[in-house]
């Protein structure tokens, strides 16, 4: 069981998936206010809870309380059939064509001209891409004394290489809304569904992210280049890294000459049709938040990046064997906290509008629960409840 | 029925069904292998504690830790069989028996007042005193005819639970 500090769990406190005893209360609340005196009381029989029956077995009615665990029972088994916190992880995979006589040749034919004609001229694109960046980078970033110039050309490569690397999988990307401009005071925050979504932010505008330390050549760019452009790295399972980025955060978006500031706060990969939690820390800076939505369209390739399923070089080769990669990012009015809001409603408001642009659903789930177990204050919450439920049938005789 | 293949037989559907007495459909037995094969992560063809403990919704209940205890190791069976409970066709004495197995956690057919105190701990944690919890239990004892050293029969519960009020449902998801 790890123990860790949680200082950012609390809000996933705060919106736990309603029980059925919850929802049932509610249902009855609605019916029982139609006081409408004019209704025929016979239409809302089925309103009524259900008649005791009529050989009421008063004496066993207390034992029989206590021993009907069902309510609770329902749950286990519900969660246990499906939840929603596992569909938001699934790779749905697209309907299977109906093959016949006329179609699949024509598949077989596509499969030749991906695997044989486009992916090398892509991979030879990404290796042009990648020879050009490394032989301008090292010399722009140890040689050159301007700094104002430095930075520029910089930020121009760092696009410039995110931009091979969307050319790479023959991005078809729409981008709706008035780019992003370096300005003081002001976060982005986008729903989160591959890596791929930062290089096709990055390769329009050069954000400062702050990501996840991964192995392998990404890490490397996250080492070597990428903290040039302002991004950060730090590994979600240590808290003193997370403080460590908080205090980044801040210190970054005083800076007038930063880039804009990216993050995603669900805090890990969704597969594009739900959206998880916000984490609040991008919502308490003080700034402007930006809202960024991005929705791939899964024409011909689902752009999930299910990470426990795939690494990331597979994903991207995945990508590149595909026909395209289709996708919408809108960049969305930008929000500033209402007086009276906490940053966690200010989250859920900003992540209601995400949603609603990417037309994808909203759960109440953490998505850091992927990697760890859900806090035991919400056992407890339902404990209270049941013990609650307990006092109220013994109508407080208890000691 | 292989543990790493990802397909059922029309044969393998025809046996599942028979296993669990005919209480789920073709189409849920189908739903219910995607779901068991989306747990079983690795592809084992059974589901370890972790697994399911990986699933937030399932991890807060109050019974998870017990009920771990019956699920552990599963494999797509034993997985069905179990579940079938929860069924709408499920009869209400097949629902019954399943509440009946919470409880008996020793398998000697009868339910204790200990055994009773146990999962009303787990159910209410620390906001009773187990004073308070044995109060109830007596005084529910009591009231029923029974009494504080009374050894509960899997009979006694079809008598006690209340038939028109149990509601013990989930619906399985088909496509």
Request: hydrophobic share 20%; charged share 20%.
């Given at each position: 069981m790890h123990k860790l500090e949680e200082p950012t769990m609390t809000e996933s406190d705060a919106f736990p998936a309603p029980t059925s005893l919850e929802k049932e209360a509610q249902d009855y609340g609605r019916t029982f206010s139609e006081t409408d005196l004019c209704r025929d009381p016979l239409e809302d029989l089925e309103a009524y809870p259900p008649a005791e029956p009529i050989i009421a077995e008063e004496t066993k009615l207390l034992l029989s309380n206590l021993l009907d665990i069902s309510p609770v029972l329902t749950e286990v088994a519900s969660a246990i059939i499906d939840d929603s916190f596992t569909r938001c992880f699934k790779s749905n995979p697209p309907e299977r064509w109906n093959w016949n006589l006329y179609l699949f040749p024509l598949w077989c034919l596509g499969v030749v001209v991906r695997y044989g004609i486009l992916f090398p001229v892509r991979v030879l694109l990404l290796t042009a891409g990648w020879i050009v960046f490394l032989t301008c980078f090292f010399p722009v970033h140890y040689c050159m004394q301007d700094h104002k110039l430095r930075r520029k050309l910089e930020r121009d490569l760092v696009v410039f290489l995110f931009g091979s690397f969307v050319a790479s999988w023959t991005a078809v990307i729409k981008y709706h809304g008035p780019r992003p401009s370096p300005r003081q005071k002001q976060v982005f925050v986008a729903n989160h569904t591959s890596m791929i979504d930062f290089y096709v932010l990055e390769q329009s505008t050069a954000f400062a992210c702050i990501m996840q330390k991964h192995p392998g050549w990404v890490g490397w760019l996250q080492t070597y280049a990428l903290p040039s452009v302002g991004c950060i790295s730090f590994n979600r399972t240590e808290a003193k890294d997370r403080h460590y980025v908080a205090k980044r955060l801040r210190e970054h978006v005083e800076d007038p000459e930063s880039n804009p500031l990216l993050i995603f706060p669900e805090g890990t990969c969704v597969n594009n049709e739900y959206v998880v939690m916000f984490k609040k820390g991008a919502f308490e800076l003080g700034c402007t938040v930006c809202p960024i939505a991005i929705k791939y369209n899964k024409i011909f390739v689902d752009a999930f990046w299910n990470s426990r399923k795939q690494s990331f070089t597979q994903h991207l080769i995945r990508l590149m064997t595909s026909w395209a990669v289709v996708c919408d990012v809108w960049y969305m009015e930008p929000q500033n906290i209402l007086p009276g809001e906490t940053s966690i409603e200010f989250a859920e408001r900003v992540r209601k509008l995400i949603a609603d642009r990417a037309g994808i659903k909203m759960v109440?789930?953490?998505?850091?629960l992927k990697y760890q177990r859900p806090s035991p204050k919400l056992t407890e919450k339902k404990q209270q409840e049941l013990a609650n439920a307990v006092f109220r049938k013994l109508e407080g005789k208890l000691l | 029925m292989g543990n790493s293949s990802s397909m059922l037989t029309q044969y393998d559907l025809e046996e599942l069904q028979t296993h669990c007495q005919g209480i789920f459909s073709q189409r849920e037995i189908v739903a219910l292998y995607e779901r068991f094969c989306a747990l079983d992560r690795t592809g084992k063809g059974f589901i370890l504690s972790d697994e399911f403990m990986a699933v937030p919704e399932f991890a807060l209940n109050p019974l998870a830790e017990r009920l771990l205890r019956t699920l552990e190791g599963v494999n797509f069976k034993e997985f069905i069989t179990l579940l079938s409970a929860f069924s709408a066709r499920a009869s209400y004495e097949h629902k019954v028996e399943f509440i009946f197995r919470v409880y008996d956690s020793d398998r000697n057919g009868k339910v204790t007042m200990y055994d009773i105190l146990e999962v009303l701990r787990d159910l209410s944690g620390s906001f009773l005193t187990d004073d308070q919890r044995k109060q109830v239990v007596i005084q529910a004892l009591e009231e029923a005819g029974f009494s504080e050293d009374s050894a509960l029969t899997y009979q006694d519960f079809l008598e006690v639970l209340n038939k028109a009020g149990l509601k013990m449902e989930v619906e399985v998801p088909v496509d």
């Open positions: 109440p789930w953490d998505g850091y | -």
